[in-house]
C-alpha cells in the first residue's frame, strides 16, 4: 500500500507540474536544447554565456538528462530552447538587456522556449592604480542570472569554492511556469572578498555576493591618497599630525583641524564622483595615529596615545551633511573601521566646498 501511494503522489507531482509549466526536463528526457548566441559584444558576454551553458549541462547531467549546446544558427528547429545572453531569440521577445542596469538579469518564458538574460560587459571604469585594479570585476550577469534559476527551479545549491562546491538535490521534473517573466537583480553587494586575476568566482556570483563595480577604494584608507605627504610634507607640514611639538611631515596622519586638510579630502570625493564612481570610500589611514595638537584636541577631545576614530568619524559625518548627493549612507566593511559615502554627480556642489564641523 505505501508502494501504490508512494507513486500516486509522484504521478501527482508530474501532472502538477505539466499542467501550466514549461517542462525542461522529466524522466530522463528532454525536448530543449541550450542556445548561445552566434556573436558576442565584448569576451566577458562569451565568458558569462559559454560558463552558464556549461552549468545548465551539468545540472540537467545529474538528472540523467542530456542537453546540448548549440550556437543559435545551428539550432534544431524540431527542439524548443534555453536562450542564454543577448540572443536575436530574445531581442525578437522583448528582451532588450541594454536596458538592464547592472545586474539586472532577466527569466522569460516564450511558449516552450526560455530566455536566460543578463548584460555581460566589463567594468566600465578602469581604474589606474595597482590597488584599484584588484578589485575591478566584470558583469557576468547572464551566469548570475542562470546560477539563480537553477537553484529556484533544478535544484542547484551553490555551497563552497570550487569545482565540487556544487550540489544537486533530485529534482523529478524540471519546470518553470509558463507565465515566467521575471527581472531580478543580486541581493547583497559587497567588497571585501577576494578577487583575484579573471577568474569567475562561481560561489559569489550564484549566492548574490557580488562586487560593487563603480567604487574608487584603497581598501578604505582615502585620506592619505587625498593628502598625500609625497606632495604636501615640505610644502604643508602642518597638514599632518603633530608629535612631541613636532610635525611629521613623511606620515600618512593628517591634523584634522586644519580647514585645508579637510577641504582636499573633500575635493578628492568630488573628483572620484565626476570620473563616473558611484561609491567612494572615505576612511583614516591605516592605524589611525591622532594629531597633538591643541586644535584637534579642541575641536575632537583625542588625546595623543588613545585609539580612537572620533576625529575621521566626525569628519565623515561632516561630508554626509554637506555633500548633495541622491543617496549618501555608510556601513562597516568586514573589517568594522572603514566606510564609505555613495555618490552620484558632484555638478550642483560646485562652489560648497566649506568645510565646518
Not at 545529474?62 to 546540448?68: G, H, K, R
Not at 536566460?116 to 566589463?122: Q, R, S
Amino acid at each position: 500500500m505505501k508502494t501504490l501511494c508512494m507513486a500516486g503522489m509522484l504521478l501527482a507531482g508530474v501532472a502538477g507540474a505539466l499542467a501550466g509549466d514549461v517542462v525542461l526536463g522529466v524522466n530522463g528526457k528532454t525536448r530543449h536544447q541550450i542556445v548561445v548566441p552566434d556573436e558576442y559584444a565584448n569576451p566577458i558576454a562569451r565568458a558569462s554565456v559559454e560558463y552558464s551553458a556549461r552549468l545548465i549541462q551539468e545540472v540537467f547531467a545529474t538528472n540523467a538528462i542530456t542537453m546540448e549546446i548549440v550556437a543559435e544558427s545551428r539550432k534544431d528547429a524540431d527542439k524548443h530552447g534555453i536562450y542564454l545572453g543577448a540572443t536575436r531569440f530574445a531581442a525578437e521577445h522583448g528582451v532588450d538587456i541594454s536596458r538592464l542596469d547592472g545586474w539586472q538579469n532577466i527569466h522569460k518564458a516564450v511558449g516552450k522556449h526560455v530566455i536566460i538574460a543578463g548584460n555581460d560587459m566589463t567594468n566600465p571604469i578602469q581604474p589606474g592604480t595597482p590597488v584599484a585594479t584588484k578589485i575591478r570585476v566584470p558583469y557576468y550577469v547572464t551566469l548570475h542570472s542562470t546560477a539563480e534559476f537553477l537553484y529556484r527551479y533544478a535544484g542547484a545549491r551553490f555551497l563552497k569554492p570550487g569545482d565540487d562546491g556544487i550540489e544537486f538535490l533530485p529534482v523529478l521534473v524540471v519546470s518553470v511556469p509558463d507565465d515566467l517573466n521575471t527581472i531580478q537583480e543580486p541581493y547583497f553587494r559587497e567588497h571585501d572578498w577576494g578577487y583575484y586575476k579573471d577568474d569567475i568566482y562561481l560561489f559569489n556570483i550564484a549566492n548574490h555576493a557580488v562586487k560593487f563595480q563603480k567604487i574608487w577604494s584603497m581598501w578604505g584608507h582615502q585620506h592619505p591618497v587625498a593628502v598625500p605627504y609625497a606632495k604636501y610634507g615640505q610644502s604643508h607640514p602642518d597638514y599632518f599630525i603633530q608629535s612631541r611639538s613636532l610635525r611629521v611631515k613623511n606620515t600618512d596622519h593628517l591634523c584634522y583641524s586644519n580647514e585645508e586638510v579637510r577641504e582636499l579630502i573633500y575635493k578628492h570625493i568630488l573628483e572620484k564622483c565626476d570620473e563616473g564612481y558611484e561609491i567612494v570610500e572615505v576612511g583614516q589611514p591605516d592605524g589611525f595615529v591622532p594629531c597633538g595638537c591643541e586644535a584637534c584636541h579642541d575641536l575632537y577631545g583625542i588625546k595623543p596615545g588613545t585609539c580612537t576614530h572620533g576625529a575621521p568619524a566626525g569628519f565623515r559625518g561632516t561630508i554626509s551633511s554637506i555633500l548633495p548627493m541622491k543617496a549618501v549612507y555608510w556601513w562597516n566593511t568586514m573589517s568594522g573601521s572603514c566606510r564609505s559615502t555613495c555618490c552620484r554627480s558632484s555638478t550642483e556642489s560646485r562652489g560648497r566646498i566649506s568645510m565646518p564641523i
